[in-house]
């Protein structure tokens, strides 16, 4: 099983970046696809989420307008664009992969991790 992000990189505020994930070893249709994100001391913080055949979607309300989350079934991949970048959307970003939709709870449940893509935006 792997979950490997990436697209990470450094741009400048009000910039946009496109993370991807790509999923192998598990049947990827049949999970709930999620990214959070990290900073050094603090904790892992939620960011999107998109339902088992892309239709549903929810987003942490600090990023709602200018993330958009998406996913391809057929090449097992996961997507989140991310516009008007800011300073304090600095982070390594990390998918994950869980079988419940829960609207709200993110807390836990979590099957599969990828290994974190840094993002760091400029002021």
């Known amino acids: 099983v792997q979950l490997q992000a990436s697209g990470g990189g450094l741009v400048q505020a009000g910039g946009s970046l496109r993370l991807s994930c790509a999923a192998s070893g598990f049947t990827f249709r049949s999970y709930v696809m999620h990214w959070f994100r990290q900073t050094p001391g603090k904790e892992r913080e939620f960011v999107a989420t998109?339902?088992?055949?892309?239709?549903?979607?929810d987003y942490a309300d600090s990023v709602k307008g200018r993330f958009t989350i998406s996913r391809d079934n057929a090449k097992n991949m996961v997507y989140l664009q991310m516009n008007s970048l800011k300073p304090e959307d600095t982070a390594v970003y990390y998918c994950?992969?869980?079988?419940?939709?829960?609207?709200?709870?993110?807390?836990?449940?979590?099957?599969?991790w990828g290994q974190g893509t840094l993002v760091t935006v400029s002021s």
């Open positions: 998109v339902g088992w055949d892309g239709s549903s979607t």
């Open positions: 994950a992969a869980r079988r419940r939709f829960v609207i709200q709870d993110y807390s836990s449940g979590y099957d599969y």
